[in-house]
């Protein structure tokens, strides 16, 4: 069983022959090229929240393995370096 099927909508559960109508009256349409979320304001907000939490919870992961916190404020440290030399 598959929990995300191409051609209906994850979640409201429309599909390409029964789309739901959307506030301008018009039928939905495929947000996305896998045609797993439709353009009906409510799915697009959940499938953006969806995927900002992911990308947000990817990105954190992915610095807590690459850095220790002293290597992350030793990285601020040097990008806020000011680009001109230091005359001397
Ligand atoms: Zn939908
Ligand atoms: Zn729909």
Redesign the pocket.
């Known amino acids: 069983m598959t929990l995300m099927r191409p051609k209906v909508?994850r979640y409201?559960g429309?599909t390409e022959e029964d789309?739901?109508t959307l506030p301008t009256g018009d039928p939905?349409s495929w947000y996305e090229a896998t045609r797993t979320v439709?353009?009906?304001p409510g799915?697009v907000r959940k499938f953006e929240a969806v995927k900002a939490e992911n990308r947000a919870k990817a990105a954190r992961e992915k610095a807590e393995r690459r850095m220790s916190s002293a290597d992350v404020h030793d990285a601020i440290r040097r990008g806020n370096k000011p680009k001109k030399k230091v005359a001397r």
């Open positions: 909508c409201c429309c789309a739901c939905c439709c353009t009906n799915c």
